[in-house]
């Protein structure tokens, strides 16, 4: 009995193509790159000197070396990481908070006539 295979059936996809988890040669490329750039750091510094590095440290260090790669898009993707550390908000707070005087609020009520000092309601 031959079977029948739809064509558009799972064992049909399957048979062309690259085969699930082997990377294209751009891919391996941009690793190879990276890894060759991470070396090149390391070396220069000792043990304690990469245990000693802050995350603003190790991202500047990631935006420069993207940035002489010519890889502006990557490098400023990193550069918005990075901006928190550098750049920090200015709270509500603690921004001035002059007001121009259009906008300034309206000064206190005065009566037009004196309030006696204990008024009769009723």
Same mark, same amino acid.
């Given at each position: 009995?031959?079977?029948?295979?739809?064509?558009?059936?799972?064992?049909?996809?399957?048979?062309?193509?690259?085969?699930?988890?082997?990377?294209?040669?751009?891919?391996?490329?941009?690793? +190879?790159?990276?890894?060759?750039?991470? &070396?090149?750091?390391?070396?220069?510094?000792?043990? =304690?000197?990469?245990?000693? @590095?802050? #995350?603003?440290?190790?991202? &500047?260090?990631?935006?420069?070396? +993207? *940035?002489?790669?010519?890889?502006?898009?990557?490098?400023?993707?990193?550069?918005?990481?990075?901006?928190? *550390?550098?750049?920090?908000?200015?709270?509500?707070?603690?921004?001035?908070?002059? @007001? #121009?005087? =259009?906008? $300034?609020? =309206?000064?206190? #009520? $005065?009566?037009?006539?004196?309030?006696?000092?204990?008024?009769? +309601?009723?």
């Amino acid at each position: 009995m031959t079977r029948i295979m739809h064509p558009h059936s799972l064992e049909n996809l399957r048979k062309g193509g690259r085969r699930p988890g082997i990377r294209n040669k751009a891919t391996v490329a941009r690793e +190879l790159a990276a890894s060759a750039a991470i &070396a090149a750091l390391t070396e220069k510094l000792s043990a =304690d000197e990469i245990a000693a @590095l802050t #995350p603003k440290e190790v991202l &500047a260090s990631a935006m420069i070396i +993207l *940035f002489r790669q010519g890889r502006l898009i990557e490098a400023a993707n990193v550069a918005e990481k990075l901006a928190p *550390f550098v750049h920090p908000r200015v709270a509500p707070e603690q921004a001035g908070s002059t @007001l #121009p005087p =259009d906008l $300034t609020p =309206d000064p206190e #009520p $005065t009566p037009d006539e004196d309030v006696p000092e204990h008024p009769v +309601l009723g």
